[in-house]
């Protein structure tokens, strides 16, 4: 079974602070992808980055950055700079390979409030 | 990118009506979908899986009868809550699997907020 652990339920912030959220899953497939996605208050949800198992490679962009670590089975995401705009539910995901694999497994996410 | 487009975006019906959910992938065929229901403050929850041309999948808990799902073609799933009650109020949004190379894999749509008054 997959699983995803986002054990921040909620950060407050104040604006240009940098914060980091964490996220660890668990799964047997050797082949997974790892997301992130942003749900800002009107409900959509905002694709950040997907990532394959392959891949550990850290990525960023503009003010975000990402670290994936299979070692700790963690995918952590750091915005640098905070700002209002970057106040929102943040979700972790993780999907298999191959048949119910392809399920999108979600963490509880983390609230995220940027205060000025 | 992949486009997934939901309607309606909000709905608001009476006690014992059924309503009907649209999803739709506008620059990709999507041969699977997935439909999912999030309450306030929680993560989303999948309620089922469908394939084109075939039955939904439902996760565990989640009535078939209730929640119907229709995927009749490569673009477009439907989930019509039948009989809706105010515990259904929720929000529910759908998902396409996009397998183009130049896909992120799963597209959202914007969600549906279901109100039953």
């Known amino acids: 079974a997959q699983k995803v652990t986002q054990a921040q339920t909620e950060i407050s912030v104040v604006e240009k602070e940098d914060v980091t959220l964490d996220c660890v899953y668990e799964?047997?497939?050797?082949?997974?992808?790892l997301f992130w996605y942003k749900q800002p208050p009107s409900g959509e949800l905002v694709f950040l980055i997907r990532?394959?198992?392959?891949?550990?490679q850290n990525e960023i962009s503009g003010r975000y950055s990402w670290n994936f670590q299979k070692s700790t089975s963690s995918f952590n995401f750091t915005i640098t700079a905070s700002q209002v705009v970057d106040s929102a539910v943040y979700f972790c995901a993780l999907s298999g390979s191959g048949g119910s694999n392809y399920k999108l497994t979600f963490g509880k996410g983390t609230l995220l409030t940027v205060n000025p | 990118g992949a486009v997934v487009s939901q309607h309606p975006s909000r709905v608001i019906c009476k006690s014992g009506t059924s309503v009907k959910i649209e999803c739709r992938s506008l620059d990709f065929q999507a041969t699977t979908m997935f439909w999912y229901r999030q309450f306030p403050k929680q993560s989303l929850m999948l309620m089922a899986t469908?394939?084109?041309?075939?039955?939904?999948?439902?996760e565990q808990g989640v009535e078939k009868d209730k929640f119907l799902i229709n995927h009749a073609s490569l673009t477009l799933s439907t989930l019509t809550v039948t009989s809706a009650h105010p515990e259904d109020s929720s929000f529910y949004i759908c998902?396409?699997?996009?397998?183009?190379?130049?896909?992120?894999?799963?597209?959202f749509g914007s969600g549906t907020r279901l109100t039953v008054v």
């Open positions: 469908s394939n084109e041309g075939s039955k939904a999948t439902y």
């Open positions: 998902s396409a699997r996009d397998v183009t190379p130049r896909g992120y894999g799963y597209t």
């Open positions: 990532r394959n198992s392959f891949d550990e």
């Open positions: 799964t047997r497939d050797t082949t997974y992808y």
